[in-house]
């Protein structure tokens, strides 16, 4: 029996796609809903277990956390990729890590629901329609607006696509922008300065690391028009969240749209939840029923490869 423990089920919905009761002879689940105060918490809740199910870019799995988890044999993730697992040391410890496959077209989704919701004061009037209010702002047209896009990659191409569909014209940049792709799609490359000076709307979709890191900060708010909107659906590290709450604040840019933050969940306090010119959702990007039967399912035929001795979907 393989003691198995399922990180950050926030919805708790891990046994709607799994029914435990089939794997009853192999596994022993332990579902964890809430994610953990801090590293030593999570090493004295995980220790004892042999296989981790990691929902990607949740709990840090660091380490320390490998260090302390000393059955620790495999861990499957969501994803073929996730940054909050030490790769090194879980080869260094021959832990088995795998991951699974993922829809991309659920975060571009999300992207344009923050972008219609900025636009059209969706936020405010939601608010108002349940006080009583009726009518009490103006919206926005995209129909000739500059969607600017930084990361034409899988999800960037989508949500450019949705753009120029409303009739938006769409100029792109990033450190390693396909002009091929870019000028088989009719959106017009631009430098990083050109784009941010230009655009009515701004939409991050690179993958996130060290050379992107702070990407938008002070200096490239103060390069933004005033009436202008930055959208976050890729990490929340990309934008300087400091400077991001400044520039909101000083009506520097017209607002934000964010679904990812530095750190997740957000706290209760954070000053990004009481500025009324941001648009948050949780990280909701890839928070579907399509999405999640794929991740829990592939887990499991994951870790049962494992068992078998061949493993799928390797990525250590």
Not at 160 to 167: D, L, P, R, T, V
Not at 233 to 249: C, F, H, Y
Request: glycine share 6%.
């Amino acid at each position: 029996m393989i003691k198995v423990a399922v990180l950050d089920d926030y919805q708790n919905i891990f046994k709607e796609f799994i029914d435990i009761s089939q794997h009853k002879e192999k596994f022993e689940f332990k579902i964890f809903t809430k994610p953990f105060e801090n590293e030593d918490e999570a090493i004295l809740e995980l220790e004892g277990f042999e296989a981790i199910l990691a929902m990607r870019e949740r709990t840090q799995i660091s380490k320390k956390l490998i260090s302390g988890m000393r059955n620790l044999k495999f861990i499957m993730t969501s994803g073929m990729r996730n940054k909050a697992i030490d790769l090194d040391e879980a080869k260094k410890r021959k832990i088995i890590v795998c991951g699974t496959e993922i829809n991309s077209n659920p975060t571009a989704e999300i992207t344009w629901t923050l972008i219609l919701g900025l636009m059209r004061n969706v936020r405010q009037e939601i608010d108002n329609m349940f006080q009583g209010y009726w009518q009490s702002t103006i919206g926005l047209e995209l129909k000739g607006k500059i969607l600017g896009i930084i990361g034409l990659g899988k999800i960037g191409s989508q949500v450019a696509k949705i753009g120029q569909a409303f009739g938006m014209q769409v100029v792109a940049w990033s450190e390693n922008l396909d002009l091929n792709l870019s000028e088989k799609m009719g959106v017009l490359p631009m430098t990083k300065d050109e784009l941010l000076k230009q655009s009515d709307i701004i939409s991050l979709h690179v993958v996130f690391g060290d050379r992107y890191k702070n990407l938008i900060s002070k200096k490239e708010f103060d390069m933004m028009k005033k009436t202008s909107f930055l959208i976050n659906t890729s990490r929340g590290p990309i934008v300087n969240e400091k400077d991001l709450v400044k520039a909101l604040e000083d009506d520097n840019i017209a607002g934000a749209g964010l679904d990812v933050y530095d750190i997740e969940p957000l706290a209760q306090d954070h000053k990004l939840r009481f500025l009324p010119n941001a648009f948050l959702l949780p990280h909701l990007g890839y928070v579907t029923e399509e999405n999640y039967s794929k991740f829990y399912s592939q887990m499991i035929e994951n870790l049962e490869s494992c068992l078998e001795g061949k493993p799928k979907r390797v990525l250590s």
